[in-house]
């Protein structure tokens, strides 16, 4: 496969293309193009660049009709506005004036110029079995790589973009960072994909508009406001997910059946244990699963507002949760074989670990936090 070719395909690969669309386009079949993104984990190589100081291929070109007619390097220095040295040097590099051809050089020297940087991890063990605890204790990179700039803000050695991280889990060719890790990643996917998804709205009766929300709740300045929605397992299995918007505590409840006056009972059995200060308002998805959210209401004096159809962003903190819930209960998952304790005991590790959002502080501290002041 060409340069031009892969280089297509990358291109193609980023703006979510399906893998025979861009086998169609560069001449070669869905397998080859498969074979080329897992091979680097769905990352594709930066682009090289050829530096300013440098000579180009037109400079090149230049030379080699200098030396047809046999001028002196200072003459054809002097044209091209280069050091005599540099013109003398390019040409005894590649064959001298006998031998050289501006092609032939132009694409010895490119090769010659790519001189991959060693990994960071790789060159750090230290740095390196740190990261990997932490991905074993189910940390996202982000966390992980914020976590050691504020643990050992004076030692540079210790610290590492969550790039990296990722592109040492996906690029198993760098030999850093075992594949094995990546089934502690929210998703424990071969390569990394364009994000794509298709929004399911439906309708709900008496449904009131997250339009009609309070603004005050928009700048999460002030506590008990709660986003949720249902996590879907393995034969329509389900448990319900509650995000408090102000500190992402998160709080998960057991849904033996998904209709919705089921929802809404067990949503506000667990909501009526929180204290009246946390109970204000819950902004939920499209779904009928809380079509009687009137009788959620009316149990737990906190309003139901609905977001717009297919703008499931409106409920970011709970989107971001579900996703890393997905560490525990992977697509696939029966749900219902998980108990209350069970979920209590998944969130509470979620609500322990730290946040980047929260300058990684952890929800369960913040949201102590808020209750202290306002107790």
Not at 89 to 107: S, W
Request: aromatic share 6%; charged share 25%.
């Amino acid at each position: 496969m060409s340069d031009a070719a892969r280089a297509t395909l990358w291109a193609r690969y980023r703006q979510g293309y399906p893998h025979r669309a861009i086998g169609a386009e560069i001449g070669c079949s869905s397998a080859a193009v498969w074979y080329v993104v897992r091979g680097r984990g769905g990352l594709g190589p930066p682009v090289r660049r050829r530096a300013a100081r440098t000579l180009s291929r037109a400079e090149r070109e230049e030379i080699s009709r200098g030396l047809a007619r046999d001028e002196p390097f200072a003459a054809m220095a002097s044209r091209l506005g280069r050091p005599t040295s540099t013109v003398s040097r390019e040409v005894h590099r590649h064959g001298g004036r006998r031998q050289y051809r501006a092609d032939r050089a132009d694409a010895r020297a490119w090769g010659r110029a790519h001189r991959p940087k060693a990994c960071r991890l790789a060159t750090r063990p230290r740095l390196r079995a740190v990261v990997a605890a932490r991905l074993a204790q189910r940390w996202s990179p982000q966390q992980i790589a914020g976590w050691l700039r504020t643990r050992y803000p004076d030692n540079p050695d210790m610290h590492v973009s969550h790039e990296t991280i990722y592109v040492s889990l996906f690029v198993q060719s760098r030999g850093v960072l075992k594949r094995a890790l990546l089934q502690h990643l929210r998703r424990p996917r071969r390569v990394r994909r364009p994000h794509r998804r298709v929004p399911n709205p439906e309708r709900i009766p008496d449904a009131v508009s997250i339009r009609e929300r309070p603004a005050s709740v928009d700048d999460r300045a002030l506590p008990g406001h709660w986003e949720g929605d249902l996590l879907q397992g393995r034969d329509r299995s389900f448990i319900a997910t509650l995000v408090e918007r102000h500190s992402r505590y998160v709080m998960l409840v057991r849904i033996p059946n998904p209709d919705s006056v089921t929802v809404a009972h067990a949503l506000a059995r667990r909501v009526r244990t929180l204290p009246a200060s946390l109970r204000q308002t819950l902004t939920w998805d499209r779904g009928r699963e809380l079509a009687a959210h009137r009788t959620f209401t009316i149990a737990t004096d906190v309003q139901v507002y609905f977001c717009d159809p297919r703008s499931p962003w409106q409920r970011g903190s709970n989107e971001n949760t579900n996703g890393l819930l997905r560490q525990y209960f992977p697509p696939g998952t029966d749900l219902c074989r998980f108990t209350q304790r069970q979920l209590n005991a998944v969130a509470r590790q979620l609500n322990t670990r730290p946040r980047r959002t929260l300058g990684y502080d952890t929800p369960a501290a913040t949201l102590a936090a808020c209750v202290a002041s306002t107790a």
